[in-house]
């Protein structure tokens, strides 16, 4: 079984998009800066960490992490993920056009956007942008859809309100 084989099954596998990168890929935190996304009204924020992948993809993450929250205690863990061609490219910045999946070989000037809700991954419907000014990731109303769908056999999808996420 090669390596893209077992990667597509620990995805299809609703294995978590970080759990994923920390196994695979290890974690460079960045100053303890702090990142904030709504998503359908609700407001998360958390740390941002980066981690740039062996084939150089450059990935962006802001972890929700507040436990004394109800929704933490609901559900455990939430992150938003945007994942460029590389870093270079996120550094440089501008108006990236959102993929409409998760691609562990992401092409450039394209982003991936990915995040969890407790049970399946969640990704871009390939129509939207993002822009990157002064290493800060801006996004207002993408939406998310889940993949695969869930258990009761739909997608459910989410609306991204707005995100601002430095890194750097």
């Given at each position: 079984?090669?390596?893209?084989?077992?990667?597509?099954?620990?995805?299809?596998?609703?294995?978590?998009?970080?759990?994923?990168?920390?196994?695979?890929?290890?974690?460079?935190?960045?100053?303890?800066?702090?990142g904030?996304?709504t998503i359908?009204?609700?407001?998360y924020?958390?740390?941002?960490?980066?981690?740039e992948?062996?084939?150089k993809?450059?990935?962006?993450?802001?972890?929700?992490?507040d436990?004394?929250?109800?929704?933490?205690k609901?559900?455990?863990?939430?992150?938003?993920?945007?994942?460029?061609?590389?870093?270079?490219?996120?550094?440089?910045?501008?108006?990236?056009?959102?993929?409409?999946?998760?691609?562990?070989?992401?092409?450039?000037g394209?982003?991936s956007?990915?995040g969890?809700?407790?049970?399946?991954?969640?990704?871009?419907?390939?129509?939207s942008?993002?822009?990157?000014?002064?290493?800060?990731?801006?996004?207002?109303?993408?939406?998310?859809?889940?993949?695969?769908?869930?258990?009761?056999?739909?997608n459910?999808?989410?609306?991204?309100?707005?995100?601002?996420?430095?890194?750097?």
């Amino acid at each position: 079984m090669t390596f893209v084989e077992i990667f597509l099954d620990l995805i299809a596998m609703k294995t978590s998009i970080l759990l994923l990168s920390i196994l695979l890929f290890g974690f460079n935190n960045t100053n303890d800066q702090q990142g904030t996304y709504t998503i359908d009204g609700k407001t998360y924020s958390g740390k941002v960490s980066t981690q740039e992948f062996v084939n150089k993809n450059f990935s962006v993450l802001c972890e929700y992490s507040d436990e004394s929250s109800s929704d933490y205690k609901k559900w455990k863990y939430d992150l938003l993920q945007v994942t460029f061609h590389s870093k270079a490219e996120a550094l440089k910045g501008g108006v990236l056009k959102v993929s409409s999946t998760s691609s562990i070989n992401q092409e450039s000037g394209y982003v991936s956007i990915g995040g969890h809700d407790g049970f399946t991954n969640l990704f871009g419907d390939g129509n939207s942008t993002i822009t990157v000014t002064n290493k800060t990731i801006k996004i207002s109303n993408v939406k998310l859809f889940q993949y695969p769908a869930t258990h009761l056999g739909t997608n459910k999808s989410y609306l991204i309100n707005s995100v601002t996420i430095p890194f750097e």
